[in-house]
C-alpha cells in the first residue's frame, strides 16, 4: 500500500489528491510502525529475551489503571465496563509492567473487536494460590477461528477483516505471562470471548 501511494503521488499534480495520499501514507506508516514494535516484542518474549521482576503486585491497582488509559476508547465503541475487584488489595507474584501490558493488550482487543453498545465484565478472585482476572465481552463478528488458535502469531477473529492491529496482541499477552510463571487462556462460546489471565498469588 505505501509503495503504491508514493508511485500516484509522484504521478499527480491535483493538490487534492496529494492530500488524500498524504493521509493514507500517513496512517499506513503508523500502521507499520506499529506491527515492527509488535514483531520485535513478540521476538523478545517468545525467546525469553525480557527482564522480568517478579514483586508482590496489587492486581486491582494494574487493573484500574490499565482502565485508566482506555476509558475513553471503550466510552466510544459504547461499551459499559462492569467490573468486580475486591474492595482490599488482591497481592500476586508478578512483574507489574508486564501486567500492565497484558491487560492493556487484552482491553485493546475488546476496543477493537467487541460489539459496540454491550458491556465487558471484568472480575477479579483468588484461590488455589492463585489470582485470576477474567474479562468477557461479546464478540462484533462471528468468532470463525477456535480460541487456541486466536492465540496464535497474526491470527484476528474475522480473518477476512482488514483492521488495525497486527494479529499479536494476544500472543504477546500469553508469551509476557508464561515468562511470570502465569497463564493467559481464552473461552469461545458462540460470539462470547472470554480472556482468563492467572497469576501466582502473593503477600
Known amino acids: 500500500s505505501i509503495i503504491n501511494y508514493v508511485a500516484l503521488l509522484q504521478m499527480t499534480d491535483d493538490e487534492q489528491q496529494r ?5 493514507v501514507l500517513s496512517r499506513q506508516s503508523q500502521r507499520l510502525k506499529k506491527l515492527i514494535e509488535d514483531l520485535m516484542e513478540m521476538s523478545r518474549a517468545s525467546s525469553g529475551n525480557v527482564a522480568v521482576e517478579i514483586t508482590p503486585t496489587d492486581v486491582g491497582e494494574a487493573l484500574h489503571q ?4 482506555f476509558a475513553d476508547r471503550l466510552e466510544q465503541r459504547g461499551l459499559t465496563v462492569m467490573t468486580k475487584i475486591p474492595a482490599e488489595p ?7 509492567r508486564h501486567l500492565w501490558r497484558v491487560l492493556s493488550n487484552c482491553l485493546g482487543n475488546v476496543g ?5 453498545g454491550t458491556r465487558l465484565y471484568i472480575d477479579i478472585g483468588s484461590a488455589e494460590g492463585k489470582v485470576m482476572i477474567s474479562l468477557k465481552n461479546i464478540s462484533r463478528e462471528p468468532l470463525n477461528v477456535a480460541a487456541e488458535e486466536l492465540l496464535e502469531r497474526f491470527v484476528r477473529g474475522d480473518k477476512s477483516r482488514n483492521t488495525e492491529g497486527s494479529g499479536l496482541g494476544l500472543h504477546i499477552a500469553k508469551s509476557l505471562m508464561e515468562l511470570q510463571h502465569g497463564q493467559l487462556q481464552l473461552l469461545v462460546d ?13 503477600a
Do not use: S
Open 19 to 23: 492530500t488524500e495520499y498524504l493521509e
Open 112 to 116: 477493537k473487536y467487541a460489539l459496540p
Open 90 to 96: 488482591v497481592m500476586a507474584q508478578c512483574d507489574g
Open 66 to 69: 490499565a482502565l485508566g488509559e
Open 190 to 202: 458462540g460470539d462470547l470471548f472470554k480472556v482468563m489471565v492467572t497469576v501466582p498469588q502473593g
